[in-house]
């Protein structure tokens, strides 16, 4: 029989849970502080404060003010990933057709790019502060990176039209960008710029698609 330990967790797991939730507390705060502030406009001091911690805690698991804003940065083309990620399976999961579970996820993408925050750090901030090459390999890793896999298995099901995978994905990304820098500051023009953005990006992505993958021959569902 095997007997399941009763000893106390080890004081390096105690650390590592200490230091996995001094990060995450510095990165709510970062994305707070620096999406409502800006990156230059937001002090260490703030970002400890609002953290809960210290400013050595800061300089420990990020190095500087740039580090942090840098991991930032990447938690929040991550989590844009997981939400289209999680739209677009959950269509899948109810029948829907592979283009519409796509679209599904362009539209969840432009509504996330409605909140202040992520337009500030990732559409204004990030670019500026982190650097073309950084933040584009920071891009790579995610928002890209999902793009070129969605464009690859929508082309092997034949839904989109075959071409180079990659460069087809740097662009529907790229005019998603565009999409979402037009969007309005004023809450109260949000809903319609919202609805005209959609039907513009659906009609533009329609000319990759196959066309038999919109409906236009009943006898075929891709």
């Known amino acids: ?27 709510a705060a970062g994305r707070r502080l620096f999406g409502q502030n800006g990156y230059e406009a937001t002090a260490v001091g703030a970002l400890c404060a609002e ?3 210290t400013a ?21 083309d991550s989590d844009l ?8 399976d959950a269509m899948l999961a109810g029948g829907a057709r592979p283009w519409d579970a796509f679209l599904a996820g ?8 409605v909140a202040p925050e992520g337009r500030r750090i990732g559409l204004s901030d990030a670019p500026a502060v982190l650097g073309s090459e950084a933040w584009s390999a920071i891009r790579e890793r995610h928002g890209i990176g999902a793009m070129l896999r ?29 999409a979402i820098e037009a969007l309005p500051q004023d809450p109260a023009a949000i809903d319609a710029a919202l609805a005209e953005t959609r ?5 533009m992505l329609r000319s990759l698609c196959h066309p038999y993958a919109i409906g236009k021959d009943p006898f075929i569902l891709l």
Not at 10 to 21: F, P, Q
Not at 81 to 88: H, N, Q, T
Not at 106 to 113: M, N, P, T, V
Not at 154 to 173: K, S, Y
């Open 56 to 76: 050595g805690a800061l300089y420990h698991h990020f190095g500087d003010k740039k580090g942090l804003f840098a991991a930032v940065a990447e938690e929040l």
């Open 150 to 178: 969605t464009v690859k298995a929508l082309q092997a099901l034949g839904v989109m039209l075959p071409g180079d995978a990659r460069r087809t994905a740097r662009i529907v990304l790229g005019m998603l960008y565009g």
């Open 81 to 88: 990933v997981k939400l289209v990620g999680k739209v677009s």
């Open 51 to 53: 953290a809960g911690v």
């Open 106 to 113: 362009i539209d969840a993408l432009l509504r996330a790019g």
């Open 199 to 203: 039907r513009i990006t659906h009609a």
């Open 1 to 27: 029989m095997i007997k399941r330990s009763t000893a106390a967790p080890s004081t390096a797991d105690g650390r590592k849970e200490n230091g996995l939730a001094t990060q995450a507390a510095l990165r």
